[in-house]
């Protein structure tokens, strides 16, 4: 296919340059299977894809998790176990893959480009028409071993952490902000029980749902040739054209088209218990609300003053519960990019018969800040520590790479 063909299928929205990092960043449309792909052009050695499809489900099964592992297990093509791994190989590379509440990601890295230009079509080929026999799901999803116990890859892996405190506290977290026609009430990576009886069907039906390319986003950074790397797309849509719905198909965009989730009408605390010899300290989390994740105004705003009420050891959430009155051994905070964002505070390492205290004590110093003027000397200081953490890290990027690139 030349590239006046595939330049035709792949329409640039977008190019443009960052003033924090030297790095060009293009996006492009396909107009056969509407499939997104933005390519970060940076100097260095290294070619990193992340191939992510947002994925939602309304239940506890596990379907994105398990078909996360499964991709692996071969495609139409490459019916075989690890190839794809060793395809990597080859091209000093390395494949992983997350499943998150809102999203499964894919990630290939290797070193320069044609490595990856030769792994990317099989790697696409994996994610829109993988295998999922019956026979993998019993090895990666679930099965009862010879001596009568559960067993299976992902069981095993949410055996790990389904009774951890974290997990307990955050599943609990989520059934109270989120009502049941909300995915993100629910464990993407599956509860146990759920894993016991959930069918290849089911996953199959979860795939060809959610895995098509028009719901799929590829990003590439690092030195990435566009002619060929648009020529090789085109040629992979080629391939593909049978097995996936076409483009005028009815389509419902995962979250942007779901219920989004009603305002908390009133504060509500729970105890969660979980198996812990130490009984002496516990933690506690505090969600609300925030503004939606497309608002970068509100959201920048939300960052720096996050970092103003608990970024370091000044700053007044840390400084007064952990540094002075001693309450916590650390109060953490983190927001998660949501239609609705979350904002959540954790002080960790509370003395157990202190932790209803605590959390009166955390909402009573949001309130007295709230209440007073802020600071806007030490604003400033955030805003210009933030922005200064961005560009270390964007150069510190850029050095590692350029100082491991072949003489």
Request: proline share 5%.
């Amino acid at each position: 296919m030349g590239s006046q063909g595939s330049s035709v299928r792949f329409r640039k929205l977008q190019s443009f340059e960052t003033d924090y990092a030297p790095t060009t960043i293009t996006q492009y449309e396909s107009e056969r299977s509407g499939m997104q792909v933005i390519v970060a052009d940076r100097k260095g050695p290294k070619v990193n894809g992340y191939f992510t499809l947002a994925t939602e489900i309304f239940d506890d099964s596990g379907a994105p998790h398990t078909l996360e592992h499964l991709v692996f297990m071969g495609s139409k093509s490459y019916q075989y176990k690890g190839l794809l791994d060793k395809l990597a190989s080859r091209a000093y590379g390395s494949t992983n893959a997350w499943t998150a509440t809102d999203h499964t990601a894919y990630t290939l890295e290797t070193a320069g480009w044609e490595g990856f230009a030769q792994t990317l079509p099989v790697y696409l080929e994996h994610l829109v028409v993988p295998t999922i026999t019956d026979a993998a799901c019993l090895t990666e999803v679930h099965h009862v071993d010879a001596e009568g116990n559960d067993a299976g890859v992902v069981y095993s892996e949410m055996q790990a952490v389904q009774y951890t405190s974290t997990e307990l506290m955050d599943i609990k977290a989520r059934r109270l902000l989120y009502p049941d026609n909300v995915g993100f009430r629910y464990e993407t990576g599956g509860m146990m029980e759920a894993l016991r009886v959930l069918t290849p069907d089911k996953i199959r039906d979860f795939h060809r749902t959610m895995y098509q390319p028009r719901n799929m986003c590829v990003i590439i950074v690092g030195e990435v040739d566009h002619e060929n790397l648009l020529q090789i797309l085109d040629s992979f849509e080629e391939s593909i054209a049978d097995d996936i719905p076409p483009i005028e198909a009815p389509f419902r965009r995962p979250w942007l088209e779901s219920a989004q989730p009603p305002p908390l009408k009133e504060t509500i605390i729970e105890t969660v218990e979980f198996p812990e010899e130490d009984e002496s300290v516990g933690d506690i989390v505090v969600a609300f609300f925030g503004p939606k994740c497309t608002d970068i105004t509100q959201t920048t705003a939300l960052n720096v003053l996050l970092t103003y009420l608990c970024g370091s050891s000044v700053a007044v959430l840390e400084n007064v519960m952990v540094e002075k009155e001693e309450l916590a051994s650390s109060i953490t905070y983190w927001w998660d990019a949501r239609p609705n964002s979350v904002i959540w505070f954790q002080p960790t390492g509370v003395a157990t018969e202190k932790l209803q205290f605590v959390e009166q004590r955390l909402i009573s110093l949001l309130k007295e800040v709230a209440s007073k003027p802020l600071d806007m000397k030490y604003i400033n200081e955030c805003i210009q520590r933030e922005r200064r953490q961005v560009k270390a890290q964007a150069e510190e990027r850029v050095n590692i790479e350029g100082s491991r690139k072949p003489q």
